[in-house]
């Protein structure tokens, strides 16, 4: 596959760092979050003209890094410092604690593993480098799979489940390491490729393996393969591109977030906007997360 795309401006709305796209099969819903507002928002996804229209916003204290749904529609919800469980009824139950108190580091990207456990990163909010984490979820208790991050972005994996795939956006590496999808179990950590041009933000992966990654302050959505070979390119209007998902009923939508922060909306009016464009491959079905047992 090869290509150049556009995306289209797919919301009304503004969102100063919209983030973290995820498509819901069994509501036929899209939910995101916005970063600095510290909401997580709903939305419908019109397949046929990529239109999203929100319809509900949930607000909480602080920054919101990311968002992952249960079969049942309960939440978990990456706030500050901490993991937040939402569920149907809306009540809100502190799950894990990831980042000690008052540390100037937040929870940012996160994404459900093949067996329905939760993955989340943190980043520096200070000049601090090499000092962040990326953990997996196991029940209520944070297992620790690297402390030595910058800016923990994207997550993915690969169609079988056996390779994940990570980013540090500082260095702007791309990582990979073995996977046991069922245990969760992971192997030696590998560079697979660096990003010359832009920041590598957040990531998914497509069915056959390809991996689409959001360049912040680059404008545009890299298609590569595992080996780093560029196989298509999105452009977006907006600079500051933040995170791709496949969405709606077949995947086929690539819905993409990005930041209005810091932005001159004036030279850029289509910062903090959501966008969509088909691409012509499907993307990998988002797995439900699995709560834990009460």
């Given at each position: 596959?090869?290509?150049?795309?556009?995306?289209?401006?797919?919301?009304?709305?503004?969102?100063?760092?919209?983030?973290?796209?995820?498509?819901?099969?069994?509501?036929?819903?899209?939910?995101?979050?916005?970063?600095?507002?510290?909401?997580?928002?709903?939305?419908?996804?019109?397949?046929?003209?990529?239109?999203?229209?929100?319809?509900?916003?949930?607000?909480?204290?602080?920054?919101?890094?990311?968002?992952?749904?249960?079969?049942?529609?309960?939440?978990?919800?990456?706030?500050?410092?901490?993991?937040?469980?939402?569920?149907?009824?809306?009540?809100?139950?502190?799950?894990?604690?990831?980042?000690?108190?008052?540390?100037?580091?937040?929870?940012?990207?996160?994404?459900?593993?093949?067996?329905?456990?939760?993955?989340?990163?943190?980043?520096?909010?200070?000049?601090?480098?090499?000092?962040?984490?990326?953990?997996?979820?196991?029940?209520?208790?944070?297992?620790?799979?690297?402390?030595?991050?910058?800016?923990?972005?994207?997550l993915?994996?690969?169609?079988?489940?056996?390779?994940?795939?990570?980013?540090?956006?500082?260095?702007?590496?791309?990582?990979?390491?073995?996977y046991?999808?069922?245990?969760?179990?992971?192997?030696?950590?590998?560079?697979?490729?660096?990003?010359?041009?832009?920041?590598?933000?957040?990531?998914?992966?497509?069915?056959?393996?390809?991996?689409?990654?959001?360049?912040?302050?680059?404008?545009?959505?890299?298609?590569?393969?595992?080996?780093?070979?560029?196989?298509?390119?999105?452009?977006?209007?907006?600079?500051?591109?933040?995170?791709?998902?496949f969405?709606?009923p077949?995947l086929?939508?690539?819905?993409?977030?990005?930041?209005?922060?810091?932005?001159?909306?004036?030279?850029?009016?289509?910062s903090?906007h959501?966008?969509?464009?088909?691409?012509?491959?499907?993307?990998?079905?988002?797995?439900?997360?699995?709560?834990?047992?009460?």
């Amino acid at each position: 596959m090869t290509g150049q795309f556009t995306a289209t401006q797919a919301s009304a709305e503004v969102y100063a760092l919209a983030e973290g796209p995820v498509w819901d099969p069994a509501r036929k819903h899209l939910l995101w979050v916005d970063i600095d507002a510290g909401a997580v928002h709903e939305g419908r996804l019109d397949p046929g003209t990529g239109a999203v229209t929100a319809t509900t916003a949930h607000t909480f204290g602080g920054t919101v890094g990311a968002v992952a749904v249960a079969a049942d529609g309960e939440f978990v919800v990456a706030e500050r410092e901490v993991l937040t469980r939402v569920d149907t009824a809306g009540r809100r139950t502190e799950l894990a604690r990831v980042l000690p108190p008052g540390v100037r580091s937040r929870l940012n990207d996160g994404a459900v593993d093949p067996a329905g456990r939760f993955l989340i990163g943190s980043m520096a909010l200070d000049d601090r480098k090499g000092q962040d984490v990326l953990v997996r979820l196991d029940g209520t208790a944070c297992v620790p799979l690297d402390e030595d991050l910058t800016l923990s972005n994207g997550l993915a994996w690969s169609p079988s489940g056996d390779r994940l795939y990570s980013i540090d956006s500082v260095p702007h590496v791309v990582w990979e390491r073995d996977y046991d999808p069922v245990t969760g179990r992971t192997g030696p950590r590998r560079e697979l490729f660096r990003l010359a041009d832009g920041m590598p933000d957040g990531m998914c992966a497509d069915a056959e393996g390809n991996l689409w990654i959001a360049v912040f302050g680059g404008g545009r959505v890299e298609c590569r393969d595992p080996g780093g070979r560029l196989l298509a390119v999105v452009e977006v209007g907006a600079p500051d591109v933040t995170c791709p998902a496949f969405a709606g009923p077949d995947l086929d939508v690539l819905v993409i977030t990005t930041s209005a922060s810091g932005v001159d909306v004036a030279e850029h009016p289509g910062s903090g906007h959501l966008f969509t464009a088909r691409v012509g491959v499907r993307g990998l079905a988002t797995p439900y997360w699995v709560p834990p047992r009460s």
